[in-house]
């Protein structure tokens, strides 16, 4: 006997991605993706890319800038330093804030904040570098309004076949704007540069010519004040309502009493937190075995790249089997492994096989940040997404600072050998096995996708209902109207019905 088309429905319902091609067949679009959200990500990540690049303005630099501005180093490196100081510091507040108003507003406060800060910095040579650090607290406090509202970015304009692939690109833009903050200041402005007495004029023209370089960049950010929505006519999928009506300091309770989303914090703290400290002395660490900066800068957008190529795998995995747990143990062990083969890489002093392995490391290890932080999105529902990555992007970057503060001790920073490089890459790779083990204690708490699987199942009733009634169906934030009809009510009612299901239907008629 010929299928029903209600028997049809029940089949393909158990699978968002199926349910949004049936619903179209319906000619309703209760969950579709827009061509927009190309312009929204464009958008989102260019705001990532320039924020991020002022992090290590004056670091690569700071021997200059000590002899030219008559600061103490210590100064130079507070500029980097209150940067990443104001993301714990500020996380709670812009997450409270893309909860109440939408990840828009949010962001563009952080757009506001990083253009104001990059302004500051044009004072630096009219009155003091003070005005350096007053701008790096501007773009450091910009940080939280931007990052922590990724997660609702995604899931606001993609289908959750795409979110991984869309975190793991704002991550992978992240870490690219990080390498080209050292590169920009190092190789592009003083690259030709040596302090001395008689040419002290040139190098404060060459301070400001950055400056105002990076401040007229910034000014691209302003379409995006037109351009960034909240949310598109009709959501991409069936995700529940978040937890809105939580207040500030109950946000923080419910996070700091959930011991699932600590391990995950920890986990993501102590392996990615490390991971930026150590990239932060990387070119320590490289020194020793005969590497200069220009291979430093190659080898880390090898990362990247590596990054960017398995984004979308990497996604498709998580989307079919939904084990975070396993897949992350997964790239854990290959990325622990491919991190342990560095230091006899190094000890050839080949920059190809360096190249490689990073190329690799970076396939693994880049994936396995939206991973983690779909996770404990999943573990934390129905509490808003962006309180988890405000508080874990916080996490990396307390562990990023005393991690590099200690391996820069280790290593003994410019006087470094290697014999202390072997003990800083032991120490390194044993706090990087530590986040692992934490990791192992996780449990695989799936509230987010247990509740679209629920409205998945309600839609599967409602759509064998007989009787031909409208059903109000809550999507996202959109309560939605759709028609239930069974096969025969679909001829009499052609109204209802895109004209590509009518000819699908004539054809099954006729066979």
Known sequence: ???????????????????????????????SQYNYRWIILTCYLLVVFINGISYQTFIPNAKQFVQLYDVDEQIITLTGTIYLIMQPLFTFFASSIIVKKGFVVSTNLGVILT??????????NKYSFIFAILGQAFLGISRPFILNGQTTMAQNWFFPSNRTAVLAACNAFQSFSMVISVLWPANWIFKDYSYNKQNQQEGLDLSIQLQYQQFFFSLTLLPVFFLLKNNPKTPPSGFANSDHDVGFYQSIIKLLTNKNFILILFTFSLFFGTKKGFGLILPYIMSPFGFVDTDYSIASTMLIIGGFFSAGFVSKLVLKFKKYKTIGITLFIISLALTLLMYPILM???????????????????????????????????????????????GVTIAAMLSSILLTFTSKGQDSDKNSIFNTYIIFCCIQLTG?????????????????QQRAQSKQNSIVNPNGVYNEQIVGDYPTEHPILDSHQFIQNPEVLNPDFIEQMQNDEQS
């Open 436 to 452: 692992f083990i934490l990791f192992l204690f996780t449990k695989e708490i799936l509230n987010r996708s247990k509740e679209v």
């Open 115 to 124: 253009i104001v800060g990059y302004g500051i910095r044009l004072l630096i």
């Open 348 to 394: 050839t002093e080949r920059l190809i096989l360096l190249c490689i392995q990073q190329l690799l490391l970076g396939f693994f290890i880049i994936p396995m940040v939206p991973v983690l932080i779909e996770y404990s999105c999943e573990s934390i529902y129905p509490l808003n997404g962006s309180f988890s990555v405000g508080v874990m992007v916080s």
């Open 1 to 31: 006997m010929q299928k029903t088309y209600n028997q049809v429905k029940i089949e393909d319902c158990n699978q968002i991605d199926k349910e949004t091609k049936s619903s179209t067949l319906l000619g309703s679009k209760i969950y």
